[in-house]
């Protein structure tokens, strides 16, 4: 049986293939079309999902669609109602789309399709709670899911028993630990629904000064981590922005203006926001142990990308153990709608896997060997060819003298984190790569942490950890033991000052606090990227290297061998490997832009 799951219409469209209850395919549109967080239909990640299950539009049986238009159709007019006069420039821009697109998604799924068959709906926390449950490890557990809002909850508590999930209690727009960290994301000059990652990363170079303004004004936080925000200071029921004057005020100014200097006020109050998220956390985390018994915590909702949080949750020890679907955002809601289908509606039977079922997140294209030294060839770029012992140990011998490599194998990773499938990789002990990756390579702002990838037998030994991470979704500090004393006068600095301080033996992915974004690796899921890694350990000691995304500031991940070789030439990466082949800068031709890139490769 072929089931198609569907998230579109709001943003990160996505679509996933299950198989008879196996994930076949999951991809963002975003990767094929080029343009960041697309939101539009996604027409060619269904292609793509199709393919390669080898099937056709007639061989589905259903198509899942991640929530229900008409259920927050609803909470949008109610919600205009209820503010009216105000809110009426926001609605007659809203109205048009949906009218004429968003309201009528059935019909849009099968034109798009030129599908005639089933087309049914779940709602969009059910979504989420079931890529949360369904994928994991686990027989039994507690699901909570956090986001901005889907039709009416922002929030929710599930518990999940073997082919079934059982939605308990949620909680209720306007009231959104999303659209919190978005207000706050606004505020701080960064693009809401893709910039809270940097407010993230930009929060341990700041002191919580403003912790108890937020508590004492803008939210009313009871001891369970429900809330109720206090919509006098925010702007996105009824107006254009997410926040309003009376929220500048209380912090000391307008909103900063994009791009321009940080100051060390936008640090304290990332630092601030940050606490508050992580003790919501916290509270809804002990509240749902103690509400439903269970000793195994599923997470998803785009809150549950703020791996610091789910660090602490960890830390506390709060469940035995913790389990974060990697494409936890929108996106993951395509394949939590076909994972529903299977298991709620149509009452198959779960097969629980060691580790999980996501394949290591490893879900999108590939390309064989044949296809690109087709490209390689008919593009006269040159390169060496070598097998799969010989590659390790070139590659890891090019990390080890510095130079920046491109990493292009297997499957394109399946949600926002790079996992060795499509990264860019270097030396964590080089105290410059830091700021060489983020302002050579990514053309980024230079506060950005990089995250490592590490060996999963050997987290321990370098991290304060005991634990799986293998999609890169939580932090913890770097051990003691690896750290380095800071000289008397460095110990002075806060704020962005401290960018540039080594502080442990793998100071590029040390971040400020000493902590790191840890990714686990484990030859069963990904045995060339985890043989890379052994090499690199062998030649220095270090079971670690910098992982992050192959792509540069504004563009999505590559996806297919020509963003990967545009993205090596336009950047000072030094080599480039493509499977099994590897190029050097030093012996490319220069780009010529006027060239036609588009090219049809063969999928492995």
Same mark, same amino acid.
């Given at each position: 049986m072929n089931i198609l799951g569907i998230s579109a219409f709001y943003h990160d469209s996505a679509a996933c293939l299950v198989q008879d209850g196996e994930i076949? =395919?999951? =991809? %963002?549109?975003?990767?094929?079309?080029? /343009? /960041?967080?697309?939101?539009?239909?996604p027409k060619e990640a269904v292609e793509f999902c199709l393919q390669e299950a080898g099937i056709c539009v007639a061989d589905l049986d259903y198509v899942g669609f991640y929530d229900k238009p008409f259920i927050k159709f609803e909470r949008i007019l109610e919600t205009y109602l209820s503010i009216a006069p105000k809110g009426l420039r926001q609605f007659l821009s809203a109205m048009p789309i949906w009218l004429k697109e968003k309201i009528w998604t059935r019909s849009n !799924?099968?034109?798009?399709? %030129?599908? &005639? $068959?089933? #087309?049914?709906?779940?709602?969009h926390h059910e979504s989420h709670a079931a890529s949360a449950f369904y994928p994991s490890p686990f027989e039994e557990a507690a699901i909570l899911t956090m986001d901005g809002v889907g039709e009416w909850a922002t929030? &929710?508590? =599930? #518990? $999940?028993?073997g082919n079934k999930i059982e939605l308990i209690k949620e909680l209720r727009f306007p009231h959104s630990l999303g659209l919190l960290y978005s207000a706050f994301t606004y505020y701080l000059g960064f693009k809401v629904n893709s910039g809270e990652y940097k407010v993230m990363g930009l929060a341990p170079y700041g002191k919580p000064e403003y912790k108890k303004v937020i508590l004492d004004h803008l939210i009313d936080l009871k001891e369970d981590g429900s809330f109720r925000m206090n919509q006098d200071y925010f702007d996105y029921l009824g107006g254009l922005t997410m926040t309003n004057k009376k929220f500048g005020d209380l912090f000391g100014g307008p909103a900063r203006t994009a791009e &321009? *200097?940080?100051?060390q006020r936008e640090m304290d109050i990332a630092a601030s926001l940050q606490e508050v998220t992580e003790e919501i956390m916290l509270r809804m985390s002990r509240h749902v142990r103690k509400l439903t018994g269970m000793k195994n915590l599923c997470l998803a909702g785009g809150v549950a990308l703020n791996c610091v949080g789910n660090g602490k949750v960890l830390k506390e020890k709060v469940f035995d153990k913790l389990w974060i679907q990697p494409a936890a955002g929108d996106a993951g809601g395509a394949l939590g709608v076909a994972m529903c289908l299977w298991h709620q509606v149509l009452g198959n039977k779960r097969q629980v896997k060691e580790g999980d079922s996501m394949k290591g997140a490893y879900l999108g294209p590939r390309y064989t060997d044949k296809s690109l030294h087709e490209f390689l060839e008919s593009r006269k770029i040159p390169y060496k060819q070598l097998d799969d012992a010989e590659l390790a140990r070139t590659a890891a011998s090019h990390i080890k003298d510095g130079k920046v490599v491109g990493w292009f194998q297997g499957r394109m990773e399946f949600g926002p984190r790079a996992l060795g499938g499509r990264s860019i990789i270097g030396d964590p002990r080089s105290p410059k790569m830091q700021s060489v990756m983020n302002l050579k390579i990514k053309y980024r702002e230079s506060f950005r942490p990089f995250a490592p990838s590490v060996l999963e037998e050997k987290v321990s030994e370098w991290f304060d950890m005991n634990a799986e991470s293998p999609y890169m979704l939580l932090v913890a500090?770097?051990?003691e033991d690896k750290r380095t004393d800071m000289p008397d006068e460095q110990k002075k600095l806060f704020g962005i000052d401290l960018l *540039? #301080? +080594?502080?442990? %033996?793998? +100071?590029? !992915?040390?971040?400020v606090d000493? &902590? =790191?974004? !840890?990714q686990t690796v484990r030859k069963e899921t990904n045995p060339r990227y985890y043989d890379l890694i052994n090499e690199f350990d062998k030649m220095t000691g270090c079971p670690v290297i910098i992982n992050t995304s192959f792509n540069v500031r504004g563009e999505p991940i590559v996806c297919r061998p020509e963003e990967a070789y545009l993205c090596f030439m336009r950047t000072e990466?030094?080599?480039?490997?493509?499977e099994h082949f590897v190029l050097d800068k030093v012996d490319q031709k220069p780009l010529d832009e006027d060239t036609d890139w588009r090219n049809e490769f063969e999928l492995d």
């Amino acid at each position: 049986m072929n089931i198609l799951g569907i998230s579109a219409f709001y943003h990160d469209s996505a679509a996933c293939l299950v198989q008879d209850g196996e994930i076949v =395919a999951a =991809a %963002q549109e975003e990767r094929f079309s080029r /343009k /960041k967080h697309d939101d539009s239909f996604p027409k060619e990640a269904v292609e793509f999902c199709l393919q390669e299950a080898g099937i056709c539009v007639a061989d589905l049986d259903y198509v899942g669609f991640y929530d229900k238009p008409f259920i927050k159709f609803e909470r949008i007019l109610e919600t205009y109602l209820s503010i009216a006069p105000k809110g009426l420039r926001q609605f007659l821009s809203a109205m048009p789309i949906w009218l004429k697109e968003k309201i009528w998604t059935r019909s849009n !799924i099968r034109e798009n399709l %030129q599908y &005639s $068959g089933p #087309v049914l709906f779940s709602e969009h926390h059910e979504s989420h709670a079931a890529s949360a449950f369904y994928p994991s490890p686990f027989e039994e557990a507690a699901i909570l899911t956090m986001d901005g809002v889907g039709e009416w909850a922002t929030s &929710s508590i =599930a #518990v $999940g028993r073997g082919n079934k999930i059982e939605l308990i209690k949620e909680l209720r727009f306007p009231h959104s630990l999303g659209l919190l960290y978005s207000a706050f994301t606004y505020y701080l000059g960064f693009k809401v629904n893709s910039g809270e990652y940097k407010v993230m990363g930009l929060a341990p170079y700041g002191k919580p000064e403003y912790k108890k303004v937020i508590l004492d004004h803008l939210i009313d936080l009871k001891e369970d981590g429900s809330f109720r925000m206090n919509q006098d200071y925010f702007d996105y029921l009824g107006g254009l922005t997410m926040t309003n004057k009376k929220f500048g005020d209380l912090f000391g100014g307008p909103a900063r203006t994009a791009e &321009s *200097n940080l100051t060390q006020r936008e640090m304290d109050i990332a630092a601030s926001l940050q606490e508050v998220t992580e003790e919501i956390m916290l509270r809804m985390s002990r509240h749902v142990r103690k509400l439903t018994g269970m000793k195994n915590l599923c997470l998803a909702g785009g809150v549950a990308l703020n791996c610091v949080g789910n660090g602490k949750v960890l830390k506390e020890k709060v469940f035995d153990k913790l389990w974060i679907q990697p494409a936890a955002g929108d996106a993951g809601g395509a394949l939590g709608v076909a994972m529903c289908l299977w298991h709620q509606v149509l009452g198959n039977k779960r097969q629980v896997k060691e580790g999980d079922s996501m394949k290591g997140a490893y879900l999108g294209p590939r390309y064989t060997d044949k296809s690109l030294h087709e490209f390689l060839e008919s593009r006269k770029i040159p390169y060496k060819q070598l097998d799969d012992a010989e590659l390790a140990r070139t590659a890891a011998s090019h990390i080890k003298d510095g130079k920046v490599v491109g990493w292009f194998q297997g499957r394109m990773e399946f949600g926002p984190r790079a996992l060795g499938g499509r990264s860019i990789i270097g030396d964590p002990r080089s105290p410059k790569m830091q700021s060489v990756m983020n302002l050579k390579i990514k053309y980024r702002e230079s506060f950005r942490p990089f995250a490592p990838s590490v060996l999963e037998e050997k987290v321990s030994e370098w991290f304060d950890m005991n634990a799986e991470s293998p999609y890169m979704l939580l932090v913890a500090p770097v051990r003691e033991d690896k750290r380095t004393d800071m000289p008397d006068e460095q110990k002075k600095l806060f704020g962005i000052d401290l960018l *540039n #301080v +080594p502080r442990s %033996q793998i +100071p590029a !992915i040390t971040h400020v606090d000493y &902590s =790191a974004r !840890i990714q686990t690796v484990r030859k069963e899921t990904n045995p060339r990227y985890y043989d890379l890694i052994n090499e690199f350990d062998k030649m220095t000691g270090c079971p670690v290297i910098i992982n992050t995304s192959f792509n540069v500031r504004g563009e999505p991940i590559v996806c297919r061998p020509e963003e990967a070789y545009l993205c090596f030439m336009r950047t000072e990466m030094d080599t480039l490997v493509l499977e099994h082949f590897v190029l050097d800068k030093v012996d490319q031709k220069p780009l010529d832009e006027d060239t036609d890139w588009r090219n049809e490769f063969e999928l492995d």
